[in-house]
């Protein structure tokens, strides 16, 4: 069973940075496909960005050029880089994984875990 908390969620304003933290536990990242998904009010929820098992990652087109992933295999946790932020990044972010190897993103159904989600808030 793999169990997942994220943190570093906030408020920020336009053009801020924030960096989300995905600790994982019963199973390590390296070996794992790990995403962030994100969920604004009304809205379907959307893949933000995936690291498939074997490290091919692939990131929305809305954030590409300004969000960035990283893993820290020491710690088990994935991390997301998050800057230039805009008011329409604002939404509840979700750390998905699955034992699979999902390559490109994804809808939700491919993952089997999830964590509780933390919130991002742009302020204009």
């Known amino acids: 069973q793999v169990q997942l908390v994220e943190s570093g969620g906030g408020s920020v304003q336009a053009g801020g940075s924030l960096r989300l933290s995905c600790a994982a536990s019963?199973?390590?990242?390296?070996?794992?496909?790990m995403g962030w998904f994100r969920q604004a009010p009304g809205k379907e929820r959307e893949g933000v960005v995936v690291v498939a098992t074997d490290d091919y990652t692939e990131f929305a087109d809305s954030v590409k050029g300004r969000f960035a992933i990283s893993k820290d295999n020491a710690k088990n946790t994935l991390f997301l880089q998050m800057n230039s932020l805009k008011p329409e990044d604002t939404a509840m972010y979700y750390c998905?994984?699955?034992?699979?190897?999902?390559?490109?993103?994804?809808?939700?159904?491919?993952?089997?875990?999830w964590g509780q989600g933390t919130q991002v808030t742009v302020s204009s």
């Open positions: 019963g199973n390590s990242v390296s070996e794992l496909t």
């Open positions: 998905a994984a699955d034992t699979k190897n999902i390559v490109g993103l994804g809808p939700r159904d491919w993952y089997m875990y």
